[in-house]
């Protein structure tokens, strides 16, 4: 369970997302621009990254064979799910 928890709250570098989705740099962020991948994590003023959550259920829906209509509506609702959770 303790390896649950942990993995909810890991944050990959733009790196381990690229291994994780395999998608390129360029397709990630074109991606992104689209709304078909949530924008990243601010880390510092030079760094960010991605909550291993998002990256997974994003490669569920893709798996899945979700429309992109669904992927960003899950998207939305990723990027939303982090502003409820700072008011916890």
């Not at 490669?59 to 959770?85: C, F, M, P, Y």
């Amino acid at each position: 369970m303790t390896q649950e928890i942990q993995s909810d709250f890991t944050i990959l570098r733009r790196k381990q997302v690229q291994s994780a989705s395999g998608l390129s740099r360029s397709t990630l962020y074109a991606r992104m621009s689209e709304g078909l991948w949530p924008k990243p994590v601010r880390l510092g003023a030079r760094a960010v990254g991605w909550p291993s959550r998002e990256v997974a259920a994003m490669n569920e829906a893709r798996i899945g064979g979700a429309s992109e209509s669904r992927i960003r509506d899950l998207v939305t609702r990723l990027e939303q799910s982090r502003k409820t959770a700072l008011s916890v």
